[in-house]
């Protein structure tokens, strides 16, 4: 890991403020870099999922309650003839196999 990752990690870390875009994070005191370093730190930089997966999990206290990130986004459908406000939402089941998404609401 380059010391821009570190740098970035603790501009992310002492913002004060959601994060909304990467260049707000290069203007944060504590990353002393331009910009430019920050997109090439991240172009180069990888991150072994498995070891951060098995490293968080390590940190879980045993009576926390189990919470899930669920991504229900759907596609959006405004030319439709009749409530456009649907949209195209995955289904994990489908009878005809050939679609995953469905038309409709999604609900949780």
Request: hydrophobic letters at 30%; aromatic letters at 8%.
């Amino acid at each position: 890991m380059r010391g821009e990752h570190f740098e970035l990690c603790d501009a992310v870390l002492c913002t004060d403020r959601p994060v909304t875009s990467l260049v707000e994070l290069s203007l944060e005191p504590i990353f002393q870099r331009g910009h430019g370093a920050l997109y090439a730190a991240l172009a180069q930089g990888t991150i072994n999922e498995d070891a951060l997966r098995d490293l968080l999990a390590t940190h879980i206290p045993d009576d926390a309650p189990l919470v899930f990130g669920v991504d229900c986004s759907t596609y959006p459908r405004p030319d439709a003839e009749c409530s456009p406000e649907h949209g195209h939402h995955y289904s994990p089941c489908r009878c005809d196999g050939d679609r995953k998404t469905v038309p409709g609401w999604s609900f949780q």
